[in-house]
């Protein structure tokens, strides 16, 4: 995003419309912000190549789609193996993110399942992938709630 507070303001503007809604034309995102087509164009298009704009995706709700088991896996990893590991985890179908944290473990993996035996197959997996020296996974047993958009772009609820 630009460093000059204007432009930084329209890019900030037409993030949030974004992530209200990715499918809307240059036209429409450039009513919303108050801008020329052209300019939102060129926003927008800076904002991808800078990388700040990674994608364009769906909301979807995936206990719809029955992924109704949601878990939260705590690693523990061999000393200098921790992003090979993460990688290696990264590019398991169920995964949905693999933070790295401080405390006592060293990554936690958030990941959805259809049925038990899915996360029981995932959690052998998991123990089998070479470094991994301990897992302890948690079963979500309530949403309340699951947004991973950024904050500050969300649509604000009136207070």
Known sequence: MSAHPKARQ????????LLRDARLSYRELSRRVKCSV???AQRVRRMEEEGTLKGYSALVDQEKLGYVITAITEVTVSKGRLLEVQDQIAKLDSVCAVYDVTGAVDSVVISKFRTRDELSSFTKELLAVPHVERTNTHVVLNTCKEDFRCPAYREQKPR
């Open 38 to 40: 052209v300019t939102v």
């Open 10 to 17: 329209l890019d900030e503007k037409i993030l949030k419309e």
